[in-house]
């Protein structure tokens, strides 16, 4: 099998076919999180590190306007090649997040598979914060998904899984390379191994990602005070099923509130 060293977001039909296979139960629990916890009708929303559009693609399906930014060209070209393919429209370009602005606030935005805690410094994750409470009206919400750092346990940190579309079949695997707690930095391996009827790839990159407890994550918080906690859940995203933080709590989808 060929190996490339590669950056895995260069690769968009691939990464959209690893995180988009389960996007059914992301996209029904974001829809009853914009019932249960915006005020108001949701019809405005946006993603911060969109990526391949896994999910904007299906909420344009149901009508709603949409807005999102990357900083991978390649990602926002493969998002915006499919919706237009199909007859959508979305404010969707190449931007960073800790440094973008909108024309007109939306109503909910959603960025739930760890993408936040690719910001390695506290002053980008506040900027962040600071440029989606901007890009929010008051009662809406931003809901945030991260891997916090357990204070209790060990963490779980190697993972593997299948995703499969037609003839083309990929096998993923992330596993930890190093973790510094005081500079709150991790680096995990990742790899791509890529199976279609006429060839094999294997692509390794690697992940960097700043670290969060639950305590870490609230100090943060606090420097944005236009954000309120509304509900805590985690990766199992069961709208019925709120949760608790404790010492062990690792997946967690913070509901953040827009306040006036």
């Not at 946006?46 to 149901?62: I, Q, S, V």
């Not at 910001?119 to 916090?148: D, F």
């Not at 407890?213 to 609230?218: G, L, P, S």
Request: glycine share 6%.
């Amino acid at each position: 099998m060929e190996t490339i060293a590669e950056n895995i977001y260069d690769f968009p039909v691939y990464y959209d076919l690893v995180f988009g296979a389960d996007w059914a139960a992301e996209f029904h629990f974001l829809t009853d999180c914009f019932e249960k916890h915006v005020s108001g009708r949701t019809r405005r929303l946006f993603e911060p590190a969109c990526g391949t559009g896994r999910l904007l693609y299906r909420f344009a399906k149901e009508g709603y306007a949409l807005g999102g930014i990357d900083l991978n060209s390649k990602a926002i070209e493969y998002c915006n090649d499919r919706l237009a393919k199909h007859g959508y429209k979305g404010e969707i370009w190449v931007g960073d997040m800790c440094d973008f602005t909108v024309a007109k606030p939306y109503d909910a935005s959603f960025n739930t598979i760890n993408s936040f805690r690719h910001l390695l410094t506290e002053k980008q994750a506040v900027e962040h914060l600071q440029c989606m409470a901007n890009a929010i009206r008051p009662g809406g919400i931003y809901a945030l998904g991260l891997h916090l750092t357990p204070t209790e346990g060990p963490p779980t940190d190697t993972e593997s899984w299948n995703a499969r579309r037609g003839n083309l079949s990929v096998n993923t695997h992330m596993w930890p390379l190093s973790r510094d707690l005081k500079m709150r930095i991790e680096r995990f391996g990742m790899r791509y191994d890529v199976y279609s009827p006429t060839s094999q790839m294997r692509i390794e990159g690697e992940l960097v990602l700043r670290s969060y407890t639950a305590k870490q994550f609230d100090q943060l918080l606090k420097k944005v005070p236009q954000w309120s906690i509304d509900g805590i859940y985690d990766f199992r995203y069961d709208i019925n099923e709120p949760i608790e933080i404790d010492a062990t709590v690792e997946d967690v989808v913070f509901i953040l509130k827009r306040q006036k």
